[in-house]
């Protein structure tokens, strides 16, 4: 499996991904320009975290016109895996590959913690190596993280079973329903706030996000064939 | 328009007063350097480059005081920033600089500058930053302004440093009523690089380009290295046209930009120095200078923001975001197209020439022609006078404050709650502390530690200043201040391997404040010669006065170190449960200037007991290589609050307890701020170990419990208080006297 882990101008978890894939997974991963407008050959897309075009407008608003986007739509419906992480998130809701959006943190300052989660829906392709409803820890680190989708939107979410983690403990950032992270529909495009690149190795306090990716290497190429 | 006063009506209505240069240094320009009347640019440069910001001439003959080199150092002062061997082919970059004066006038921005200013010292050493840490000195909150520039700075330093990805991994935070009217923000920086990467200030080869690149020229932060230069007085606190404005989104680029050429071009470049201070007019003549060449600029090519710009108002611009570059001839559209990528400026705006003169055209005119030399090398040096304080002499006199405790148990619960000593995670919450995934120890802990990818190390680091203690005592206080950053380094795990420096103080012309950093530099010099730290970079920051009364004298040393093993950095808290605990170092009668003296008397007062540096430096030394050998559990310094405070923080945050049996000490020297201590935990199968290395100086005093109960046994008190609730107390102290309306 060949994951793509494309660089905005302003994009800084981009290394995180990386390390996290390719030294933490052993991962066949590449960095992918933003000016690029083929991701042909690759078997997933990433969205690191991150400050594209400096937040500029709102968070993501501006990385939705980058050459690259259209690419990772098209590949977003072939049924390919896409991962969007915090600014990566704020991204796949501005392109409309998940319904939402992200607004300012209720408390207007931004928030580095780690937080703890609940894997709501542990049948997707990112988190089958999660019991149903097991609490993990991630860190988040955010001023932008606060998910917002009107009633009808929200309940279809959760019918859907889209609600993929929620704050298990204090919602850091006011979002609805305590949503953490969503998928689309399909169930292939993930976007979280919480950053499980960060939680990958004991030596840095964490591994609770090291599974996600796990779950996404061994599922990824199977279903998306299937 | 402004150039339109002649050289004859400079000399004679002197505006060169208002830009801080001297009648004494004018004529000396005009008669010894010259022998012409400056014109009006040339002026202006004058002044901004002979101010103490860019020029050091008040400061130099005592900074000379500092050791700056050793086996391991591979750039002292003097470059962007100082560079440390850390083995491997790698070296450890790193710098402070203090932006005082911005940030009290603009929190936000003044914060955030500081932060952008430092981080383009680091790379165009050729380094990738890699972590943040500040230094941050407050008024009171219990005052709404202050509480304001809290929000202000703090916000400024998270929103710039977490756009860029660096994470802010440690740093200080004090509240004394001395900064209320002059707040003190220094910002350090860390990066890391291969060796073969280092880059300097230089611009040489005749014919070779003087390249800009970054954001334009703007108005913004005309004569800022003047003003940092200048104390608050009524009326200067509207100086906004000095403040810059900062975009870290375009810095990042640049950055990317920089580190690119650097790494993968290296060869394109001759020089790389950041725009900081004086803009573009010390970014260019330092170089030329340290290339001993000379230089030819057209001012009209520099990208600008706004029309119609003079010379001079280009020359000293302090817009943000920008570098100059030295460049092959030949390679300046190799160049561009980097820059270009990321749709940052990229120009030529002149070329390195035969000789040693700094010419430069603007209009079609030529507005400046003078020795590079004049700029950089000539300036006069200023001999200052000095004396002890007063106040010194007088406390001497005096016997020192001794502390009357009743009920330990309250005073220790009111300690934890005051807001130098209370926790900081209000603050440091709002920075990333974790992206770039290396952060083995971030904010809270004694030093802030990164693993230094694909090898086994790790860099701890750490900024200290007590400026209290320096008050009391600029020699000792200058000692500690050393001391205290060492013992946070060595507490992580790590070797002590050198510090840059903040040099916060009030008007040097005042002698008695020159007196105060003459002997604060002396104190500090010293330790650094007995732990083998040389200062590698660092700032001086004077006129920290707010209608002529001075801050405390405030000398912030910042200190990384070397773990050779990541598997062996050392937490601050404790572990295990049935793990002994020791307090290491001796313990005295030291109240004078300590946080309970401020708490119990609202004041500090008093004088400093002496210490012996090298047997703190032995023992240290001997508890690192504890450390290294895998027998402590944990190391925590103390500091402000002494041993009670470190008790409760060793605690706090566990789901452990301590029994600690301090029956050697009385109930008030719970509270003691003796230099120079640790506790430190050990598992039992390694106490004969340790107690073998650490002899004397460590002193076994109970250990460490299962139940959340804070039990301390002392000579004259017994406590047993519970940690959720005291933690509850020293959690909630800041964010509470945030949120007050008063």
């Known amino acids: ?109 931004f928030v580095c913690e780690t937080v703890p989660l609940e894997v709501v829906n542990n049948n997707t392709l990112f988190t089958t190596q999660y019991q149903a409803h097991e609490r993990i820890a991630l860190p988040i680190a955010h001023g932008e993280g606060s998910y917002y989708a009107d009633e009808k939107t929200l309940d279809e979410l959760e019918a859907n079973h889209q609600v993929v983690f929620r704050y298990a403990s204090e919602n850091p950032n006011g979002s609805l329903r305590n949503i953490a992270g969503i998928v689309n529909k399909r169930g292939n495009v993930l976007g979280m706030m919480p950053h499980p690149e960060r939680a990958v190795e004991a030596l840095l306090g964490s591994t609770d996000g090291l599974r996600l990716f796990k779950s996404l290497l061994e599922n990824g190429t199977v279903k998306t064939e299937a | 328009m402004k150039q339109a006063m002649t050289p004859e009506e400079i000399k004679e209505k002197k505006p060169y007063l208002d830009w801080s240069l001297s009648e004494k240094e004018y004529d000396y320009i005009s008669e010894k350097l010259l022998h012409r009347l400056p014109n009006y640019t040339e002026t202006g440069l004058y002044s901004a480059m002979w101010s103490e910001h860019c020029s050091y001439k008040k400061s130099k003959p005592v900074l000379r005081l500092f050791p700056n080199k050793n086996d391991r150092v591979l750039q002292g002062p003097g470059e962007g920033a100082g560079v440390v061997d850390i083995d491997d082919g790698q070296a450890v970059v790193f710098k402070a600089e203090s932006h005082n004066h911005p940030s009290t006038v603009e929190p936000y921005q003044g914060a955030a500058t500081g932060v952008g200013g430092i981080l383009r010292d680091i790379f165009s050493m050729g380094a990738r930053p890699i972590a943040s840490l500040d230094s941050l000195h407050f008024g009171e909150l219990s005052d709404a302004e202050t509480r304001m520039k809290v929000d202000g700075v703090v916000r400024g330093i998270g929103d710039y440093g977490n756009c860029m990805g660096i994470p802010t991994v440690a740093g200080e935070t004090t509240f004394d009523p001395c900064y209320k009217g002059n707040l003190l923000v220094n910002a350090m920086s860390v990066g890391l690089m291969d060796q073969k990467n280092q880059q300097e200030g230089n611009a040489s080869g005749v014919g070779n380009a003087v390249m800009y690149v970054g954001a334009k020229t703007g108005r913004d932060g005309i004569h800022g290295a003047t003003f940092a230069s200048a104390d608050f007085g009524s009326g200067n606190e509207s100086q906004h046209s000095a403040v810059q404005v900062g975009d870290p989104f375009m810095e990042k680029l640049l950055m990317e930009a920089c580190l690119e050429l650097i790494q993968d071009h290296a060869e394109w470049l001759v020089g790389i120095q950041d725009m900081g201070a004086a803009g573009i007019v010390s970014s260019s003549a330092e170089m030329a200078s340290e290339g001993n060449s000379g230089m030819d600029l057209d001012l009209d ?42 749709d940052l400026e990229v120009v030529t705006i002149g070329r390195i020439t035969e000789g040693h003169q700094y010419v430069l055209h603007h209009d079609g005119q030529v507005v400046c022609d003078i020795p590079v030399s004049t700029l950089t090398d000539d300036v006069l040096e200023v001999e200052s006078e000095e004396k002890k304080p007063q106040r010194l002499i007088d406390a001497e006199k005096e016997a020192n404050w001794v502390p009357e405790i009743d009920d330990v148990a309250v005073v220790y619960q009111e300690l934890l709650t005051q807001p130098t000593i209370a926790d900081k995670s209000w603050i440091t919450r709002q920075y990333d502390s974790q992206v770039r995934t290396s952060t083995v120890v971030g904010p809270g802990s004694d030093a802030g530690v990164i693993r230094v990818r694909g090898t086994k190390k790790a860099l701890s680091m750490t900024t200290d200043g007590n400026g209290r203690l320096v008050y009391l005592n600029p020699y000792v206080g200058g000692k500690i201040a050393l001391v205290e950053a060492a013992s946070n380094i060595i507490a992580s795990g790590a070797l002590p391997l050198a510090i840059t420096d903040c040099l916060n103080y009030g008007d040097p012309t005042d002698p008695e404040i020159f007196w105060e950093l003459h002997h604060s530099i002396e104190g500090m010099a010293e330790a650094c010669r007995v732990f083998d730290t040389p200062v590698i970079s660092g700032n001086v920051s004077l006129y920290n006065e707010n209608n002529g009364s001075a801050i405390y004298p405030t000398p912030m040393v910042g200190m990384v170190g070397l773990i050779k093993d990541a598997k062996y950095v050392i937490p601050s808290r404790v572990q295990h449960a049935g793990d002994k605990l020791y307090l290491v170092g001796k313990t005295g009668d030291d109240y004078a200037g300590s946080e309970l003296q401020k708490m119990m008397t609202g004041d500090i ?21 504890a450390e290294q050998s895998g027998l402590v559990a944990s190391a925590h310094d103390l500091s402000e609050g002494g041993l009670a405070v470190a008790a409760a923080e060793t605690v706090f945050k566990t789901e452990l307890g301590l029994n600690a049996d301090f029956r050697a000490l009385d109930k008030k020297q719970f509270f003691s701020e003796t230099p120079g201590r640790m506790l430190v935990s050990v598992a039992p199968e390694n106490v004969a170990a340790f107690e073998e290395i650490m002899q004397d100086d460590a002193m076994p005093a109970g250990e460490v419990v299962a139940t959340q109960w804070l039990e301390v046994h002392l000579a004259n008190a017994e406590l047993n208080l519970p940690v959720t609730q005291m933690q509850k107390l020293w959690e909630e102290a800041l964010p509470c006297a945030m949120k007050s309306k008063d």
Request: aromatic fraction near 10%; charged fraction near 25%; glycine fraction near 8%.
């Open chain 2, 301 to 342: 090519l520099v990208p600008q923001r706004e029309p119609g710009m003079s010379a001079y108002e280009i020359m000293l611009s302090e817009s943000q975001e920008r570098m100059l570059l030295c460049v092959k001839k030949g390679h300046e559209e190799d160049v561009k197209k980097i820059f270009d990528y990321y």
């Open chain 2, 605 to 625: 007062a008093g004088t400093l007991a002496d210490f012996d540096l090298e047997h703190v430096h032995d023992y240290l030394s001997r508890l690192l290589q």
């Open chain 1, 1 to 109: 499996m060949k994951i793509a882990v494309i660089q905005f101008p302003g994009s800084n978890c981009d290394i995180d991904l990386y390390s996290a894939l390719h030294d933490v997974c052993n991962a066949d991963v590449e960095y992918v320009s933003h000016k690029a407008t083929s991701l042909d050959g690759f078997d997933a897309v990433m969205l690191p975290g991150g400050f594209s075009y400096g937040d500029y407008l709102r968070a993501g608003a501006i990385a939705r016109f980058a050459n690259v986007m259209p690419a990772v739509i098209k590949l977003a419906n072939e049924g390919k895996p896409v991962f969007g992480t915090c600014n990566g998130f704020q991204i796949l809701t501005e392109a409309g590959l998940l319904p939402g959006a992200l607004k300012k943190n209720d408390s207007q300052k």
